[in-house]
């Protein structure tokens, strides 16, 4: 959900202020390769050079990527905010990227050029963008509705979800269809999977008897729906919590469901709802599920945080699996934030090795862990079956300065590593919506994250495209 009331901005970064926080190695870098030159010639000399030039290239692997602003605040239209992203699994050269209210950007390059559309549809686009490609390598773009275009001013605001497709690499997108239609309820936070060999598109979401309600009988459940037709039609929906929640938006709703799809077409669920993570699963393609929803971890708190600068923060459950065949095939993978360590935000990740039955302990992800660190997403490659966790953090930061980190495994999550790869860091405002979600694609050795960053109270969707072989060994 979105809401973009505006402050007065913050005054933009000088030059010189930007210089300022210019990692330290950069410049001691330049101040020992100048003082070099007393000691050419000598043998000594030399092989200090060698040393200081080898030194200098594994600093470069360790330096920040090339970061490309994609899309930004346009005037007269809503913020650039909650990117999503897809790479095709039939050609990696070929990416798209969602953001809301309803922008679509594509690459046909591999991320070296980017090319931005707007979409339309005769149901509304209004944000809470999802993406994700079937394997033929189709794209599917999923939002919110606003049919009437009036937003909160009618009960047709949110009314459904609706699916757009493109079969041109991300130029061009159909009209949409849409699933879970039930007038008056509310329709939010929708997420999406895509069968990794044969047709078959699931969505999960939350569905309000009447979004913010304080009416104690007021009811949030997850529903599911299916395509098996390229999303020309959706199943009828079904709920698949077992216990409801409320509809405050707030840690007692029922928030935050994103599906997995294996190779083998099970499917599973996730979400959060008062201060526990949720596991359903269906192995006959949505038809039946789990009597009892699993209880996978406790979230200490809930699934809201209070992180200073922005007007709201979430810690929302993301799953993810293994179906790479990979030695760790089959294993499920979940991501999520919370605050049990005090006020600091911290970014946790659990898994399981028997399609949710069990799970592991809850281990903190990354080594820099001091300031906040939140709104995570996870993504696995399902050609090597490599983890990768995209998240926000203020480490080593003054302030409300945010930067962005990756961090991933390449042992099933038994150890992380991570990196920095925002170039500067930036200051979000607290009374300019900022995003609910960032968001991450990997396939083929080809890693690509998108975030939103704010400066001068203007949000801006980046993204960057990192080579596996590119990172830290």
């Known amino acids: 959900m979105q809401n973009s009331e505006k402050v007065a901005p913050l005054p933009h970064q000088t030059r010189k202020q930007r210089h300022k926080i210019m990692p330290k190695v950069i410049l001691e870098e330049t101040e020992i390769v100048r003082n070099l030159a007393s000691l050419k010639g000598t043998m000594k000399g030399k092989r200090l050079v060698i040393i200081l030039l080898t030194l200098f290239s594994h600093l470069a692997v360790l330096g920040q990527f090339k970061n490309q602003r994609v899309s930004q605040d346009k005037e007269g239209q809503r913020p650039a905010v909650e990117p999503a992203v897809v790479i095709s699994p039939s050609n990696t050269q070929n990416m798209v990227i969602g953001a809301g209210p309803n922008r679509a950007i594509f690459s046909?390059?591999?991320?070296?050029?980017?090319?931005?559309?707007?979409?339309?549809?005769?149901f509304g686009v209004i944000g809470d963008p999802v993406l994700t490609a079937d394997h033929k390598g189709n794209f599917y773009y999923f939002h919110l509705s606003d049919p009437v275009g009036k937003g909160r001013s009618t009960d047709m605001w949110l009314d459904r979800i609706v699916s757009q497709r493109s079969e041109d690499g991300g130029m061009f997108w159909n009209d949409g269809t849409f699933t879970g239609l039930l007038h008056p309820k509310d329709n939010d936070k929708p997420w999406a999977a895509a069968h990794p060999k044969k047709d078959f598109l699931a969505v999960t979401w939350t569905q309000f008897d009447q979004y913010g309600s304080q009416d104690k009988a007021c009811q949030s459940n997850i529903l599911f729906s299916k395509s098996t037709?390229?999303?020309?039609?959706?199943?009828?929906?079904?709920?698949?919590?077992?216990?409801?929640?409320?509809?405050?938006?707030?840690?007692?709703?029922?928030?935050?469901?994103?599906?997995?799809?294996?190779?083998?077409?099970?499917?599973?669920?996730?979400?959060?709802?008062?201060?526990?993570?949720?596991?359903?699963?269906?192995?006959?393609?949505?038809?039946?599920?789990?009597?009892?929803?699993?209880?996978?971890?406790?979230?200490?708190?809930?699934?809201?945080?209070?992180v200073p600068g922005l007007g709201r923060c979430n810690g929302l459950p993301v799953l993810s699996g293994d179906h790479s065949g990979s030695p760790f095939t089959g294993s499920l993978y979940v991501v999520y934030g919370d605050q049990r360590l005090g006020e600091d935000s911290d970014i946790w990740f659990i898994k399981s090795p028997n399609r949710g039955d069990n799970w592991s302990e809850a281990v903190r992800v990354g080594t820099k862990t001091t300031g906040h660190q939140f709104m995570p997403w996870i993504a696995v490659d399902q050609t090597t079956g490599h983890i990768y966790i995209l998240y926000y953090s203020r480490y080593g930061l003054q302030g409300n300065q945010t930067d962005v980190y990756l961090a991933w495994s390449v042992d099933g999550g038994s150890k992380f590593q991570e990196i920095k790869i925002s170039e500067t860091p930036f200051i979000p405002e607290e009374m300019v919506f900022f995003g609910d979600y960032l968001n991450i694609s990997a396939h083929k050795g080809i890693i690509v994250p998108v975030w939103t960053r704010m400066d001068n109270g203007k949000t801006s969707i980046y993204s960057t495209v990192i080579k596996e072989s590119e990172l830290p060994k």
Not at 115 to 122: G, H
């Open 108 to 122: 046909k390059d591999g991320g070296a050029t980017w090319l931005e559309t707007e979409l339309k549809s005769p």
């Open 229 to 306: 037709n390229r999303s020309d039609k959706w199943s009828e929906p079904v709920r698949i919590n077992k216990v409801s929640g409320d509809c405050m938006d707030d840690d007692f709703t029922a928030m935050g469901a994103v599906p997995y799809i294996d190779a083998q077409g099970r499917t599973f669920v996730t979400w959060s709802q008062g201060g526990l993570i949720y596991l359903d699963r269906s192995f006959d393609g949505g038809e039946t599920w789990l009597r009892s929803d699993i209880s996978v971890t406790r979230q200490l708190g809930g699934w809201t945080m209070t």
